[in-house]
């Protein structure tokens, strides 16, 4: 069964620039959140998709944003980038999302704002 | 929110030696996880635990919901058992997992 995949593995943009991140998640897994982790704030949930609907949703600027599709395939997306956006971006998939289900994380996106 | 904390920060052993890693969390959970974050930034699961024992080779792991923490061994280390070892945890009604800060973790030859 394969497992969570995260494209691209690495990216480079400037800042105002935006970017899109893809995610897909284990077979039959309905569930995709996604977090932002950085060395001063360490793992920061960001948001939760479930059945194409955003369910969760972390303390995060508007310029954060997601969507889901009908495969459970999901995308994030960040607007305007600032240099603070530098992060690995990562993506977890549980089968319907309960908070007594564990997330199974993908590799990650690493991306760089110069 | 609820809080999570862990210790040590740091660990440096020489291989094989056994460690004791340690997760505080501030309120009762429905979900805890144990995750080895390797070189390469890789979450891997290696426990979902939100109570009871669990063994998994030379990992085990012990969550006491009731004092509201859980406890991670590792016997043996080996010098791949490096890395970062992170906490999770989703309280109920919680958004998403709330990770601690990890306590990294190196294992010398």
């Known amino acids: 069964k394969a497992g969570v995949t995260q494209t691209p593995r690495y990216l480079i943009k400037t800042r105002g620039q935006q970017v899109t991140l893809s995610c897909s998640p284990i077979?039959?897994?309905?569930?995709v959140s996604w977090y932002q982790q950085t060395p001063g704030q360490g793992l920061q949930f960001l948001f939760e998709?479930?059945?194409?609907?955003?369910?969760n949703k972390g303390n995060f600027p508007g310029r954060f944003s997601g969507r889901q599709f009908s495969n459970s395939r999901s995308e994030m997306n960040v607007s305007t980038l600032e240099l603070g956006d530098s992060a690995l971006y990562l993506c977890?998939?549980?089968?319907?999302?309960?908070?007594?289900?564990?997330?199974?994380f993908g590799d990650g996106t690493r991306l760089s704002i110069l | 929110g609820i809080q999570v904390e862990q210790s040590p920060p740091d660990l440096i052993l020489q291989e094989g030696a056994n460690s004791t890693l340690r997760c505080n969390f501030s309120?009762?959970?429905?979900?805890l996880q144990w995750f080895h974050q390797n070189p390469w930034g890789q979450l891997i699961n290696l426990f979902y635990?939100?109570?009871g024992t669990k063994q998994n080779g030379r990992l085990s792991a012990t969550t006491v919901a009731t004092e509201r923490y859980s406890l991670l061994y590792i016997s043996s280390s080996q010098t791949t058992d490096s890395g970062v070892y992170f906490c999770?945890?989703?309280?109920?009604?919680?958004?998403?997992?709330?990770f601690g800060k990890g306590t990294h973790l190196i294992i010398q030859p």
């Open positions: 977890a998939s549980s089968p319907t999302g309960g908070s007594n289900q564990p997330q199974h």
């Open positions: 077979s039959g897994h309905r569930s």
């Open positions: 998709y479930f059945s194409e609907t955003q369910r």
């Open positions: 309120d009762s959970v429905n979900n």
């Open positions: 635990i939100p109570s």
């Open positions: 999770a945890v989703t309280g109920g009604g919680a958004d998403g997992l709330t």
